[in-house]
């Protein structure tokens, strides 16, 4: 298999004299994360209208890039990909009229400060606002990247009571910021404390490390976390420009220790909103033992209107990958609906038509095919074991489930007007 690119950080006069062992520790790394514009200078040209601008957004908005990340931006290439998800631009001062602060409603589906429960069964914890290196194209702007600061010892324990106290949690999504730029006894008291919860089945982390700060994985970090297993990582990365040796070998002590990858892109405008260059990485992630798991279309937050591009360009690069390549490559294309909805996925439509019987649909070739369905369709359904004794766990629905399981005869809005008649 072809190698990825190997960074050589000692091509910049900046690093130059840095010793390897210092390169490749990722505390050496957060001490040195670029976070002003006379150092951004010493890695790429920055001309006096772009500094001009730059100046502005960094009143706003932070900037942090870790030297690794930063070595990887194309120095002359103001469109460069890295660069685009690294380096401010005057465009997120813009506003525009679909803009919110808080579009997924984190903040209000959110019983304890840190921890937001939206879906009957998981929940997020925001264990830090602290990452690595702020992406420009962040979600959780109004938070991360603008106060430096992890959650207190005080407000986990909150969270952890929480989910202790709710029986209907089974999984624990660890996110943020990055949970991993936490030190690894802080990180493992919270993880301890959920692993220690009877109805806690499975924990999830979510963490752009492998991608900005690869150091970060020591063996000593995938020691601890795999005392914990059913253990899961999902990481982020945009462009296969990202997956580099050192990416690729984070990603190996990690899936050496058991620990299952997934990735979660979000589609950016000049970044990845081409079929190529997704297909591409979906392929270098499944190389690198990443699978893939969800492709994001760009949220409503203020200050990243210039990154969204529309629906359709998913559906688009959907459709290039189902039937095109491997299915594992594929992953789900979700629009996180505005107002805390959850995630909704998208894709292209292959059932043209229907009667009675018989199903026209279509494959990725455009061959129109039939499926005709059995005439006895109803199940034996009520008597296994699943109904009879765990079915208190499964019986909860709610939405269309609750229509289809015969619960509810129809869904209305809250304020129905022809009710008030
Ligand atoms: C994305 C998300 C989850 C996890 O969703 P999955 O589809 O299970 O990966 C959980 N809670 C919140 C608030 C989320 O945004
Ligand atoms: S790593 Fe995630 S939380 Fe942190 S800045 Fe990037 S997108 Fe935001």
Not at 85 to 99: G, H, S, Y
Not at 327 to 341: E, H, L, R, Y
Request: hydrophobic content about 35%; aromatic content about 6%.
């Amino acid at each position: 298999m072809k190698p990825f690119k190997k960074v050589n950080y000692r091509e910049l006069e900046l690093y130059k004299d840095v010793a390897e062992e210092d390169w490749n520790d990722w505390t050496w790394q957060l001490k040195h994360v670029v976070r002003d514009i006379p150092t951004l200078k010493k890695i790429i040209p920055v001309d006096a209208l772009l500094e001009a601008d730059l100046e502005k957004c960094l009143l706003r908005f932070r900037m942090a890039i870790t030297p690794y990340y930063a070595t990887l931006m194309e120095s002359e290439y103001h469109r460069d990909v890295v660069r685009l998800q690294a380096v401010p631009t005057i465009n997120e001062l813009e506003r525009v009229i679909d803009d919110h602060d808080d579009p997924l409603h984190e903040d209000v589906d959110s019983p304890v400060p840190g921890l937001t429960h939206r879906y009957p069964d998981r929940v997020l914890l925001m264990v830090t606002h602290v990452c690595s290196m702020y992406c420009r194209h962040c979600t959780r702007r109004r938070v991360v990247g603008s106060r430096d600061t992890h959650l207190t010892k005080a407000q986990i324990d909150r969270c952890i009571d929480y989910i202790r106290n709710n029986p209907v949690v089974r999984d624990v999504l660890l996110s943020g910021g990055d949970p991993l730029t936490l030190p690894d006894d802080r990180l493992e008291y919270i993880i301890e404390q959920i692993r220690a919860i009877d109805h806690v089945e499975i924990i999830r982390i979510g963490t752009r490390t492998p991608v900005v700060l690869p150091m970060r994985i020591t063996e000593s970090l995938v020691t601890m976390l795999r005392k914990y297993h059913p253990l899961y990582v999902n990481t982020h990365f945009n462009h296969p420009d990202e997956i580099t040796e050192d990416a690729k070998d984070a990603c190996a002590r990690l899936a050496d220790a058991g620990i299952q990858l997934g990735n979660q892109t979000v589609l950016l405008r000049d970044i990845n909103d081409c079929p190529l260059i997704m297909k591409k990485l979906m392929h270098d992630l499944l190389k690198i033992r990443v699978k893939p798991y969800y492709i994001y279309q760009c949220d409503l937050s203020a200050g990243i209107s210039h990154f969204r591009t529309s629906i359709t360009k998913g559906i688009e690069i959907i459709e290039n990958l189902r039937g095109h390549t491997t299915g594992m490559a594929v992953p789900t294309f979700v629009v996180d609906a505005p107002g805390g909805g959850g995630k909704i996925p998208l894709m292209p439509n292959y059932l043209l038509s229907q009667s009675d019987r018989r199903f026209a649909l279509r494959n990725y070739e455009g061959v129109i095919t039939t499926y005709t369905q059995p005439d006895k369709v109803f199940s034996n359904c009520g008597r296994c074991n699943i109904c009879n004794e765990d079915g208190k766990d499964y019986r909860p629905l709610d939405g269309v489930a609750k229509l289809l399981a015969g619960e509810k005869i129809c869904l209305e809005p809250a304020n129905l007007i022809r009710r008030k008649r």
